[in-house]
């Protein structure tokens, strides 16, 4: 739902950036960060809101368990992306 009314947020303010103040690519790029950060706001208040039973209830060592073998994951995701557009020509 709340990725409904970003979509809807970024189509109007896409709008009104690009075409209604003529600002062009600088402006599409503004109205995405700017329905990014209502994205981002919105689930901020809906994890720390406290009215829905499932959400938020603070830090617990589980959510810790996997986070070391998941920052080598991304690590070396990034390394062999590098290696490979290395190889690539025109770069």
């Known amino acids: 739902m709340l990725s409904s009314f970003q979509f809807?947020?970024?189509i109007l303010l896409s709008i009104l950036f690009?075409?209604?103040l003529?600002?062009?690519?600088?402006?599409?790029?503004i109205?995405?960060?700017m329905s990014s950060w209502f994205l981002?706001?919105?689930e901020f208040i809906y994890i720390f809101g406290g009215w829905c039973l499932d959400s938020w209830?603070?830090?617990i060592v589980a959510a810790f368990?996997?986070?070391v073998p998941l920052g080598a994951m991304d690590l070396w995701y990034y390394v062999v992306l590098v290696l490979l557009a290395g190889y690539m020509p025109n770069t």
Do not use: P, R
């Open 8 to 10: 809807l947020i970024h």
């Open 18 to 20: 690009v075409y209604k």
């Open 22 to 29: 003529n600002m062009g690519v600088s402006g599409a790029m």
């Open 31 to 33: 109205a995405l960060s």
């Open 40 to 42: 981002m706001i919105g």
């Open 57 to 59: 209830k603070g830090f």
């Open 65 to 67: 368990k996997d986070l």
